[in-house]
């Protein structure tokens, strides 16, 4: 499961979300029966085959980046992926809201 950074043919209103990208596999795929270990798709999985090492996933003494999400269970978390977020780096909560499309122009040219 994986994402072209900016628009690709398949997709191309996305906003670089992973966890929309997991949602649409779920849809698609049906990774949700079981859920199993389908969430490594769009977190370590990515971080391994990138050789990000300790990336994708939380362990003693690794960086704290990670994203806490409201929802309850996987139901409620794949049926508002836009809703309450929380973004950590590096330990910290983040700016939480979206930037302006003008500001991300510089990111997109490739």
Same mark, same amino acid.
């Given at each position: !499961?994986?994402?072209?950074? +900016?628009?690709? =043919?398949?997709?191309?209103?996305?906003?670089?979300?992973?966890?929309?990208?997991?949602?649409? $596999?779920?849809?698609?795929?049906?990774?949700?029966? #079981?859920?199993?270990?389908? #969430?490594?798709? !769009?977190?370590?999985? =990515?971080?391994? !085959?990138?050789?990000?090492?300790?990336? +994708?996933?939380?362990?003693? +003494?690794?960086? $704290?980046?990670?994203? !806490?999400?409201?929802?309850?269970?996987?139901?409620?978390?794949?049926?508002? #992926?836009?809703?309450?977020?929380?973004?950590?780096?590096?330990?910290?909560?983040?700016?939480?809201?979206? =930037?302006?499309?003008?500001?991300?122009?510089?990111?997109?040219? +490739?």
């Amino acid at each position: !499961v994986a994402r072209v950074v +900016g628009s690709d =043919p398949f997709y191309a209103y996305g906003d670089l979300d992973m966890l929309e990208v997991y949602r649409m $596999a779920t849809r698609i795929l049906h990774f949700d029966h #079981p859920v199993g270990d389908w #969430p490594r798709a !769009v977190a370590a999985t =990515p971080a391994e !085959v990138m050789r990000l090492d300790g990336a +994708g996933t939380l362990a003693a +003494g690794g960086s $704290a980046d990670f994203i !806490v999400f409201k929802g309850r269970n996987w139901t409620e978390l794949l049926s508002r #992926p836009e809703s309450d977020r929380i973004v950590v780096r590096e330990g910290r909560a983040i700016e939480r809201q979206l =930037p302006d499309y003008a500001e991300l122009d510089e990111l997109m040219v +490739g």
